[in-house]
């Protein structure tokens, strides 16, 4: 890590994954919390693939690791995807298997339904 544009590179990857990984709360101890949950939930997954990754370059490139500052750039990269999809899973689905979805006529859009073609009648 020698020029100035790569520290800058480093420190807004490294606020990036803080950024990915932040969950919200009531107070600041819940943020602090859910956010340091969140990141150990993931840091086993990403450092796995980034050892992956790391062997991958390694093999490639036929020299030693990579830089600490690189592994550390791979490990946030992937530590980002994993709380970008944790994110849409805890967000977006609510954490709600498929299996408790109802499929019948009291689920929410056939009511829907029901309530404007009552509202057109």
């Not at 340091?36 to 690791?65: C, D, E, H, K, N």
Request: glycine content about 10%; proline content about 4%; overall charge positive.
């Amino acid at each position: 890590m020698g020029t100035l544009r790569e520290k800058i590179t480093f420190t807004l990857t490294a606020l990036a994954y803080l950024l990915f990984h932040l969950r919200m709360g009531a107070d600041p101890g819940a943020i602090v919390y859910g956010t340091v949950y969140q990141m150990l939930l993931t840091a086993p997954y990403a450092l796995g693939f980034t050892y992956i990754i790391a062997v991958v370059f390694r093999r490639l490139s036929g020299s030693g690791w990579p830089p600490w500052d690189r592994l550390l750039r791979i490990f946030f990269t992937v530590g980002i995807l994993f709380a970008f999809f944790f994110a849409l899973y805890e967000y977006g689905g609510q954490g709600q298997p498929l299996e408790d979805v109802k499929m019948d006529s009291s689920s929410g859009v056939s009511r829907f339904f029901e309530d404007v073609i009552r509202k057109v009648r």
